[in-house]
């Protein structure tokens, strides 16, 4: 595979404030991660070759591109185009038997467990500790009801897996309330490959439903039907071969988020984000509304989101919003409420703790660093910025974490003395994002 320079950054990054206003266009954000590792996967599923372009290059997508070829898929990599070509297999895998190390990529290794269902041999799938406490009983249950013969080779409900595949033979499966979108995704990406029509009964609230949506999304681009009853309650997919497709992924809308952010929280700061707008797959897109809500201004056109800070006079203001449909992006709302007048409630957001970490405990914590009071009630959470307004200076403990280290940048371009540890955790979905952020500040605002 071939591979590009990566940046190697400090133990710990220092990020002053900026200087003032900005007005900056990023058109050539990379993909998103949650439609490159879909895209990737269903073309290895579909029929002939597939050729997908602004493709992501990152920890989490490599960990994916590398087990599909350790499975015995064919993919020529053009990283320096960001192109990627896949030779499909039309649902079956190439190589009896494999070991797959996959980091702390819980999405493929959610989805990659569904795949290697689909093969005729055996499959063990380990990652790193962390992964040992991330659940994925209830994905494998639901295997097992399609037919899957899968052995937990540590504590049961969780990593390590192995994988003994036979024939899969559909039906109709009962999904609890499930803990991760990612355990739906997985069954809804190999279902056309059962052999019968396969039903989801999706009970309770479905977490991160726009995920859920987004696979389907794909799932129709790459020539498979899927028909979707009760309100996301019950989704129907019958026995079909996905088709070659050559995909466009466009930029990814977590990611943007934390540019958007800096545009609302730095005053005079604007940032247009091209290639997304109202045709995007991806939920996270709706982090702009949010900033709306809080009293930024927003552009929404159809291949491009601009988001403003208020006017002079104006200023953020907290919310109460429940973010189950989209948690990723609560780490960054924590830190704009910093910045806002009054307090933000974050709500329905329990699967935070069993994400790289304990992202509620996680922001709790740094957040007071910096001066907020912060509560978590259930699975709620409390925010209430400095008493004064004043940012404390801190050095921010990132987990291991890509989205702590990213959106607690936002806070530094804001507030000094904000450092940053272990930032080269961001290489996990954006390796290049110190590089972007450098974008703000050379791009100032112009003046009549």
């Known amino acids: 595979m071939l591979r590009t320079a990566m940046t190697v950054l400090p ?16 058109a050539d954000l990379p993909g998103s991660k949650s439609l490159t590792n879909r ?21 989490d997508t490599r960990v994916m591109m590398t087990a599909l070829e350790k499975l015995g898929f064919q993919l020529k990599i053009d990283e320096m185009n960001r192109i990627v070509q896949v030779n499909g297999h039309a649902g079956t895998i190439p190589t009896p038997h494999a070991k797959l190390h996959l980091g702390n990529a819980g999405t493929a290794y959610r989805f990659l467990t569904a795949a290697c269902s689909l093969g005729k041999g055996t499959y063990t799938l380990d990652g790193y500790p962390r992964m040992h406490k991330r659940p994925v009983g209830q994905l494998v249950d639901a295997l097992r009801q399609l037919g899957a013969r899968i052995k937990y080779l540590g504590a049961d409900g969780y990593p ?3 994988v003994t595949s036979a024939r899969l033979s559909g039906g109709e499966v009962i999904v609890p309330q ?7 995704s997985a069954l809804l990406q190999i279902a056309a490959y059962c052999d019968q029509q396969t039903i989801l009964e999706l009970q309770g609230t479905v977490t991160s439903r726009p995920y859920v949506a987004m696979t389907l999304g794909l799932i129709r681009r790459f020539g498979v039907e899927a028909q979707v009853q009760d309100n996301f309650k019950r989704i129907t997919i019958s026995p079909s071969t996905y088709r070659a497709t050559d995909y466009a992924i466009e930029p990814d809308a977590s990611n943007a988020s934390y540019f958007l952010a800096a545009a609302a929280t730095v005053p005079g700061g604007k940032c247009t984000i091209g290639g997304l707008g109202k045709s995007s797959l991806q939920g996270d897109i709706g982090f702009a509304d949010l900033l709306q809500q809080m009293g930024a201004d927003m552009l929404f056109g ?21 973010l189950n449909h989209m948690p990723d992006m609560a780490q960054t709302l924590a830190v ?12 329905n957001v329990g699967n935070l703790r069993i994400k790289e970490t304990d992202r509620l405990a996680a922001l709790q914590k740094e957040l007071t660093k910096l001066g907020a009071v912060v509560a978590i009630e259930g699975d709620d959470l409390f925010i209430t910025p400095p008493p004064d307004g ?3 200076s801190a050095a921010i403990d990132t987990y291991d974490d890509h989205r702590m280290a990213m959106s607690f940048a936002v806070a530094a371009l804001r507030a000094p003395g904000i450092i940053i540890r272990q930032p080269g955790c961001v290489s996990k979905t954006f390796p290049g994002f110190f590089g972007y952020l450098d974008r703000l500040r050379d791009a100032p605002a112009v003046t009549d």
């Open 336 to 347: 704009v409420a910093l910045f806002a007048r009054g307090a933000t409630v974050i709500r």
């Open 390 to 392: 004043r940012i404390k």
């Open 178 to 184: 499930a803990l991760s979108s990612q355990y739906i």
């Open 11 to 26: 133990a710990q990054l220092a990020i002053e404030p900026l200087p003032g206003s900005f007005n900056v266009t990023i």
């Open 160 to 162: 390590p897996l192995g």
């Open 302 to 322: 159809k291949d491009f989101i601009t988001v403003m800070a208020p006017p002079e006079t104006g200023q953020l203001r907290g919310i109460d919003v429940d």
């Open 39 to 59: 895209a990737l996967l269903l073309s290895t599923l579909a029929h002939g070759m597939s050729t997908l372009t602004n493709v992501l290059f990152s920890d």
